[in-house]
């Protein structure tokens, strides 16, 4: 890059540019080649920029300084343009639509940013610092690629050709600090007896099954639900990125490997739910199933493998049972349907239905359970359900989420573990509850 001209003055925004890349690309270069200490590194960048101000004679205001050190070293150690979008707590999703066009979520909204990349290098640039600790690769061969960053959050790169406008990122922020079933709770995201109902499926072992759409928080109440489990037991988790961050000791985390150039060396999630098996695990917890992994799923949950979670993309409960089948019958057996819905219904107790609303909120809008079979049709019983109710200010969902009345017929196995809900929690007295129960079978 060329030398910067010296002048006393604040730089235009052309020269602060040249100024600022100048900059990265001198030290990067010392970096590379040892010149700069291994520690303390942005104390030496600090040093280094005062030296070019003092040798360029350059009279730059303090927050304009403040202004180029952050730039420098986020591109130097983060992120490059993005890392002060990261580092917003009130910003939950980064996208980056080719180097001039990213946009962020703030509390539910999309709005366009002023942050810009020099140019589609620079963004592949920043790709690479992603996926390269993790071993992955996005080239022209394997243009897409899933990873996440050091703090878990999820990270999704598009590259030409597939990305006909530019290197795409997609980041769905993780927060520092994880959310309590309290904290969904006062975000009325679900209510206190929907939560005790839940905990204590939990920790009687009941097969659960979260479904929900793109970016409805299934991850985040699969954490949830995740840390009723014991500390006594020993749980595997399972991801095509890990995501997941549970609280208890005795974990095994394992993450899917993508192929190498020669298309060898993977390692799936079936793979692993496979493997997983054989690690004398007490639960099983899947990030996600989208494909011939579910039957692995359904014949663990039916051999012995309770207490198993995991999430799935549906836009119900009904439609997290089709979408089952349909994945089922990707792992390539040639299973009649009815056999496929009867593992589904031997093995699924329960469907925790997650959806984002309209105005940005994120619910849990049904609790279902899987009661059977009638014929070649799986039973599907609404325990809660969501009944919107309106629309208030600025475009806000109004409803209230309800317990149907019905008690579950897994009710018993919930007494068996300790757990006496009261009527109270399922919206009917104890008359109700009973006839309701001898009406079913």
């Given at each position: 890059m060329s030398r910067l001209e010296p002048g006393t003055s604040q730089l235009s925004s052309p020269n602060l540019l040249k100024l600022k890349y100048y900059l990265i690309n001198t030290i990067s270069e010392e970096i590379e080649s040892g010149e700069a200490?291994?520690?303390?590194?942005?104390?030496?960048?600090?040093?280094?920029?005062?030296?070019?101000?003092?040798?360029?004679?350059?009279?730059?205001?303090?927050?304009?300084?403040?202004?180029?050190?952050?730039?420098?070293?986020?591109?130097?150690?983060?992120?490059?343009p993005i890392q002060s979008l990261l580092d917003d707590p009130n910003i939950s999703e980064v996208m980056v639509n080719g180097p001039k066009n990213i946009y962020v979520e703030r509390e539910g909204k999309l709005t366009k940013t002023?942050?810009?990349?020099?140019?589609?290098?620079?963004?592949?640039?920043?790709i690479e610092r992603i996926i390269s600790p993790l071993g992955r690769r996005v080239d022209e061969d394997s243009p897409t690629v899933d990873a996440r960053l050091p703090d878990g959050s999820r990270v999704n790169a598009v590259v030409l050709p597939v990305a006909i406008d530019g290197p795409s990122i997609t980041i769905r922020k993780f927060g520092k600090?994880?959310?309590?079933?309290?904290?969904?709770?006062?975000?009325?995201?679900?209510?206190?007896?929907?939560?005790?109902?839940?905990?204590?499926?939990?920790?009687?072992?009941?097969?659960i099954i979260i479904s929900g759409g793109t970016g409805s928080g299934k991850t985040t109440l699969l954490n949830i639900l995740s840390s009723f489990i014991p500390e006594t037991e020993r749980i595997v988790t399972i991801e095509d990125a890990a995501e997941l961050r549970l609280q208890q000791d005795?974990?095994?985390?394992?993450?899917?490997?993508?192929?190498?150039?020669?298309?060898?060396?993977?390692?799936?999630?079936?793979?692993?739910?496979?493997?997983?098996?054989?690690?004398?695990?007490?639960?099983?917890?899947?990030?996600?199933?989208?494909?011939?992994?579910a039957l692995d799923m359904l014949q663990a949950m039916n051999t012995g493998h309770d207490g198993s979670l995991t999430t799935v993309h549906a836009n119900s409960p009904r439609d997290a049972l089709s979408r089952l089948e349909t994945l089922v019958l990707m792992s390539g057996m040639d299973l009649p349907i009815k056999v496929v819905r009867q593992q589904v219904a031997s093995a699924i107790d329960l469907i925790v239905q997650q959806t984002r609303l309209k105005d940005g909120s994120r619910?849990?809008?049904?609790?279902?359970?899987?009661?059977?079979m009638e014929g070649d049709t799986i039973i599907?019983?609404?325990?809660?359900?969501?009944?919107?109710?309106?629309?208030?200010?600025?475009?806000?969902?109004?409803?209230?989420?309800?317990?149907?009345?019905i008690r579950p017929m897994f009710y018993p196995r919930l007494e068996a573990a300790g757990f006496k809900l009261g009527a109270e929690v399922f919206g009917a007295n104890i008359t109700a509850m009973l006839a309701s129960n001898r009406r079913r079978h």
């Open positions: 200490p291994a520690e303390n590194r942005q104390e030496y960048v600090s040093q280094r920029l005062s030296d070019v101000y003092q040798r360029a004679n350059l009279n730059l205001p303090v927050d304009m300084r403040d202004h180029i050190f952050k730039e420098v070293v986020d591109e130097l150690f983060g992120f490059g002023t942050v810009t990349f020099e140019d589609n290098d620079h963004v592949r640039r920043i600090d994880k959310l309590s079933v309290s904290q969904l709770i006062d975000f009325d995201s679900i209510t206190k007896n929907m939560a005790e109902f839940l905990r204590a499926c939990v920790l009687a072992r009941l097969n005795h974990i095994v985390r394992l993450e899917t490997k993508p192929t190498n150039a020669e298309g060898f060396g993977g390692v799936s999630i079936r793979d692993l739910v496979r493997n997983s098996l054989r690690m004398r695990p007490d639960r099983i917890v899947i990030g996600e199933v989208r494909g011939g992994e619910k849990v809008v049904a609790i279902s359970e899987v009661a059977g599907l019983s609404d325990i809660f359900k969501f009944a919107q109710t309106g629309v208030g200010a600025n475009d806000k969902i109004l409803g209230e989420m309800k317990p149907t009345g």
